[in-house]
């Protein structure tokens, strides 16, 4: 396609009232004098996900998965359908597509599905027919031809991909803040902006719970080396945060992002018999669900048992729960206990691969605030923390103040030695 295309994404707060979609179809108006072509991805209005979520839950606590698909698209519908009246009522010749329009497939995991490919032909008709092209987020279709989506924050994922597909330019997610900080700037108020996040310190706060960039389309942006863009829909004129390939001339700071992820939960199943084949029994199941589980620990052995905690998100835990119910009668657990009350608190830093002492700053700093950890899990750029949720906001902030995250670092050459 013409490398004046760019794609814009705008998030449901940026659509969130009528008002809202007439002030980004403004932009898009504006934008359009400068001889841009524009495919614009819209979020369902803020709220409408969870609403829906809760309508369904409220018939049932485990929904069929893909019942939800098709509830969820809806949310989308309406924003590209509402922002693209708003573009004709102001004379620019404006198209609406659903995932299934705009050709957008997918595998067949309902409720987190995988883009497989993207059939271009009718947008890249429309394109040369110089409309602007608005497009519902966040879903797409199976084989079957049955609507699936992408996992929560998913149409940041639609943008990029169809950036991909469509050789755009670069891809500007334009949200309710104007880029990507060193710590959720809503939690953190001496959160510092940063200029430049190379995508592989990107990919690991979006992988950590930074709800700000979904982690698929980081890692599509990341492959295709399709340039990021994170921007404020309000604030014309603002450069935000451009995610790029790393490069000599970026700050490397030694910690670079704090991360804090609500959307957590614990599940332990107390004494269960400590033999070979156990850890299969249990996480084999929640596998074959498409269950991720990301922490796991397993005390010692006393006579012949021991405990197994494993950390998943919050949204499976109902499912995990009665998957888990199943196991624990098969390997003879005594219980089954829960606790949704849980954040993780992680710090990233490719610099934390040639610094030692991260990992006594952070235990030092909570242990000062009194702040218990339950689970900790460490990688070769990152530490994380489950902590008890009512901690988080005194963690997050103790945290970015012990590291002096506010304070622009000077640029650190590379030692050899760890954590
Ligand atoms: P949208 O609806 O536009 O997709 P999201 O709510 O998904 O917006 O993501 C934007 C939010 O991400 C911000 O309002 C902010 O609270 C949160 N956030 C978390 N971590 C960060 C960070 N490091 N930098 C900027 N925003 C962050
Ligand atoms: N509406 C969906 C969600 O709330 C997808 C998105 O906003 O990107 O998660
Ligand atoms: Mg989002």
Redesign the pocket.
């Known amino acids: 396609m013409t490398n004046s295309l760019i794609v814009q994404k ?5 659509v969130g009232t009528v008002e809202r979609i007439e002030q980004v179809a403004d932009r898009i108006v504006k934008t359009r004098k400068t001889n841009t072509n524009i495919v614009v991805v819209v ?1 369902a209005m ?1 709220g409408e996900t969870d609403k829906l979520l809760k309508m369904a839950r409220n018939l049932t606590k485990n929904p069929a998965r893909r019942e939800i698909d098709l509830l969820l698209s809806s949310g989308e519908r309406i924003s590209a359908a509402l922002l693209t009246i708003a573009l004709q009522a102001r004379g620019i010749p404006a198209l609406s597509m659903t995932g299934r329009q705009i050709g957008l497939q997918t595998d067949n995991t309902h409720t987190r599905a995988r883009i497989t490919n993207i059939d271009t032909k009718r947008a890249k008709i429309m394109l040369k027919k110089n409309h602007v092209i608005v497009v519902a987020g966040f879903q797409g279709i199976n084989a079957e031809g049955d609507v699936t989506t992408l996992g929560r ?1 998913g ?2 994922t639609s943008a990029v991909a169809l950036a991909v597909a469509l050789r755009a330019k670069q891809c500007e ?5 104007d ?9 953190v108020p001496q ?1 510092r902006r940063l200029d430049v996040v190379s995508y592989d310190e990107m990919l690991e ?1 979006a992988s950590l719970g ?3 960039l979904q982690i698929r389309c980081v890692e599509f942006a990341h492959k295709y080396k399709m340039p990021l863009i ?1 921007k404020s ?1 309000f604030k014309e004129g603002d450069r935000g945060t451009l995610i790029c390939e790393e490069d000599s001339n970026m700050e490397q700071p030694v910690v670079s ?1 704090i ?1 804090c992820d609500k959307n957590q939960a614990k599940i332990t199943l107390k004494e269960v018999p400590d033999q070979p084949g156990i850890a299969a029994n249990i996480f084999e199941p929640l596998a074959s669900a498409s269950i991720s589980v990301d922490m796991i620990i397993q005390n010692i052995s006393e006579q012949g048992h021991t405990d197994m905690s494993f950390t998943l998100t919050r949204e499976d835990l109902v499912e995990a729960l009665v998957i888990m119910d199943k196991v624990a009668k098969k390997i003879h657990a005594t219980q089954i206990l829960s606790d949704a009350k849980i954040a993780k608190v992680s710090i990233v830093g490719a610099g934390m691969r040639s610094h030692s002492g991260v990992a006594a700053q952070i235990f030092k700093t909570l242990s000062a605030n009194k702040i218990n950890i339950l689970m900790i899990s460490t990688s070769e750029i990152k530490v994380s923390c489950i902590i008890e949720q009512k901690n988080s906001k005194l963690a997050v902030n103790a945290l970015h103040d012990a590291f002096k995250m506010q304070d622009k670092p000077k640029n650190t050459k590379k030692k050899t030695t760890k954590k």
Do not use: H
């Open positions: 705008y998030g449901g707060t940026s979020s803020a924050g149409s940041d997610i334009c949200t309710d803040v880029g990507v900080y060193t710590a959720d700037p809503r939690m959160a706060m930074a709800k700000v994170v829909s992002g991360i």
